[in-house]
């Protein structure tokens, strides 16, 4: 909705407005993260430390990974915030620019956690990639035709694919390894009305990232740091099973909970084995 970025009238009353609209999302926003922080990462087992943990160098932990991690997060959650504030408040403009301020705020407040663990430490790259995630997101808010013809997804790679450590040795955690994550952008044919009538609705040209061997067990165990670049022609799944076309599908079913939770995940979640990538080192 264009209303999503209208500044008209805009104060801290509104913003206060949408936030009071939300309490339910922010409420399982702040117990997700309070229960990953506490139980998973650790808050609270070190003093207070600045970490430079750099972008994409060869150098990093994780090749990049972490950071287009921190910018899916956030893009994810400005995005849905905004949609849920414009729903509950009967399209109150300036929805994306309020829930732009609360993901990044969210986000920051992630980092100060992190700031006391041993493990990370607060991270200003970290930040600049929280800042992406939110100015995709708001972009999207502005052209709406952005979101017609793209999507940032995440997808999670299996069996060799995903490079997995020998049975054993790793690091014990509740959140997937990003050397089993996959990050795509993907240009959705669906969006573009010259293709509306054709096949080519169901695909999307795709360019994708991941990494191998940064992980410091992978390090320690020989295997060589790997960013690998992808291009490749991916299955539009939501336009398959949800639009309305010439193919049998669930739109007539698009009103319920369950198919409008559907489209929503396969926003920002690539289907395992839905697309076929070319890989350039």
């Known amino acids: 909705d264009e209303r999503g970025l209208d500044l008209t009238n805009y104060s801290a009353s ?21 229960a990953i922080g506490e139980f998973n990462w650790k808050w609270g087992d070190s003093r207070f430390h600045w970490v430079k943990e750099g972008y994409f160098g060869k150098n990093t932990s994780s090749g990049g990974m972490d950071k287009l991690g ?41 980092e100060v956690g992190d700031a006391y663990t041993r493990r990370f430490g607060f991270s200003r ?24 013809t793209t999507d940032f997804r995440v997808t999670a790679k299996f069996g060799d694919d995903a490079n997995p450590l020998p049975s054993g040795v790793g690091v014990k955690s509740r959140v997937p390894a990003y050397n089993r994550q996959r990050y795509v952008f993907a240009i959705k044919g669906s969006g573009f009305d010259a293709l509306k009538t054709t096949p080519a609705r169901y695909l999307e040209l795709q360019f994708a990232y991941d990494t191998k061997g940064f992980h410091k ?12 670049f992808y291009v490749g022609v991916g299955l539009n799944v939501s336009e398959l099973l949800f639009a309305e076309g010439p193919v049998n599908n669930f739109s007539s079913y698009r009103d319920t909970e369950l198919v409008w ?21």
């Open 70 to 110: 921190h910018a899916w997060t956030s893009f994810m959650l400005t995005e849905l915030l905004a949609e849920r504030m414009q729903a509950n408040t009967n399209g109150l403009s300036g929805a994306h620019v309020s829930a732009a301020v609360i993901a990044f705020g969210v986000m920051a407040a992630v």
């Open 125 to 148: 790259q970290d930040l600049v990639a929280d800042g992406v995630g939110v100015g995709m997101a708001l972009l999207r808010g502005a052209f709406p035709k952005l979101r017609d």
């Open 217 to 228: 067990v992978e390090r320690r165990l020989g295997l060589k740091p790997q960013r690998n």
């Open 261 to 281: 939770a559907s489209e929503h995940l396969l926003r920002y979640v690539q289907v395992p084995y839905t697309a076929v990538h070319g890989r350039m080192r």
């Open 14 to 34: 509104r913003f206060i407005d949408h936030v009071r609209s939300v309490p339910l999302e922010l409420g399982l926003i702040a117990a997700t993260y309070v």
